[in-house]
Nanobody
């Protein structure tokens, strides 16, 4: 069983940046794609971005142009670079990998953006 552990969350002011990391306990080549989701208080979990094994990426309209997803298939890490953060980006961010045996989730990391 592969484990995913997120890190890099924290508190920033509007306009600031954070980089989230998601470290896997084993090779992430088994996951295609890998993705970031987020869940704000009182809201459903929403998809943020995903990246294929071959590094093709897609973004939700709410973060496109501000966030960049990437993956390091050698170090087994998924990243999310978040720039121009806004208060509405405040949420718990989760990484996710879809493999042949199902979907694996991390435990989440809190991101708080103040105005």
């Amino acid at each position: 069983q592969v484990q995913l552990v997120e890190s890099g969350g924290g508190s920033v002011q509007a306009g600031g940046s954070l980089r989230l990391s998601c470290k896997a306990s084993r090779s992430i080549l088994r996951f295609d794609p890998m993705a970031w989701y987020r869940q704000a208080p009182g809201r459903e979990r929403e998809w943020v971005a995903e990246v294929s094994r071959g590094h093709r990426s897609n973004y939700s309209s709410s973060v496109k142009g501000r966030f960049t997803i990437s993956r390091d298939n050698v170090m087994n890490i998924l990243y999310l670079q978040m720039d121009s953060l806004q208060p509405e980006d405040t949420a718990v961010y989760y990484c996710n990998g879809r493999g042949n045996l199902g979907t694996t989730w991390g435990q989440g990391t809190q991101v708080t953006v103040s105005s």
